[in-house]
T-cell receptor, first 117, second 113 residues
Framework: DAGVIQSPRHEVTEMGQEVTLRCKPI?????LFWYRQTMMRGLELLIY????????DSGMPEDRFSAKMPNASFSTLKIQPSEPRDSAVYFC???????????????FGEGSWLTVV | AQSVTQLGSHVSVSEGALVLLRCNYS??????LFWYVQYPNQGLQLLLK??????LVKGINGFEAEFKKSETSFHLTKPSAHMSDAAEYFC???????????FGGGTRLMVKP
């Protein structure tokens, strides 16, 4: 399997511009997660989807952030308008589903490095 | 709510020395615990996990971790460090609903020749 695929790997944008990050989860996985990693705050869960439905978006920092999962094989994280404090690495991850019963593993993509200047 | 604390944001060892990375957790239910490794410019990879059963868990690359309920700990060890072990290591705990991970702040391991 190709693993979790994220694009772009690196993006530099100007403050105020719209940024769209994309993710293709592993085929057959029905849970998808967006995490943000910064030096100051470490790894933060932004939003969690199960079967394409957002289950918990309490980690989304503010209204400038939005995430969608239109189908089982694609998700986007959008920032509009972007600000310098949004500079971070954004990770997408997926898992096969319910963990209690099978102790499933969550698989991470390689991340999208975002710099807002 | 579940949480994890990793003691020491940076750990430095000499090549061949013992690696010990500390993780303490807080959980109101029997925890599922994980260690992930992040190499430079890469995503996180699973090293090992504890769900139920044997409290000493062996993972990839010679790492192991022991679940100690009395100490609420899940420390990661490796008998002999290699240069290739230099990376950031994250401890994580599964939430009550069994569908999300909460990560610790990470520990950066440096290996000196």
């Amino acid at each position: 399997d190709a693993g979790v695929i994220q694009s772009p790997r690196h993006e530099v944008t100007e403050m105020g511009q719209e940024v769209t990050l994309r993710c293709k989860p592993i085929s057959g996985h029905n849970s998808l997660f967006w995490y943000r990693q910064t030096m100051m705050r470490g790894l933060e869960l932004l939003i969690y989807f199960n079967n394409n439905v957002p289950i918990d978006d309490s980690g989304m920092p503010e209204d400038r952030f939005s995430a969608k999962m239109p189908n089982a094989s694609f998700s986007t994280l959008k920032i509009q308008p972007s600000e310098p404090r949004d500079s971070a690495v954004y990770f997408c991850a997926s898992s096969p589903g319910s963990w209690f019963s099978s102790g499933n593993t969550i698989y991470f993509g390689e991340g999208s490095w975002l710099t807002v200047v | 709510a579940q949480s994890v604390t990793q003691l020491g944001s940076h750990v430095s060892v000499s090549e061949g020395a013992l690696v010990l990375l500390r993780c303490n957790y807080s959980s109101s239910v029997p925890p599922y615990l994980f260690w992930y490794v992040q190499y430079p410019n890469q995503g996180l990879q699973l090293l090992l996990k504890y769900t139920t059963g044997a409290t000493l868990v062996k993972g990839i690359n010679g790492f192991e971790a022991e679940f100690k309920k009395s100490e609420t700990s899940f420390h990661l060890t490796k008998p002999s460090a290699h240069m290739s072990d230099a990376a950031e290591y994250f401890c994580a705990v599964l939430n009550n609903a069994g569908n999300m991970l909460t990560f610790g702040g990470g520990t950066r391991l440096m290996v000196k020749p």
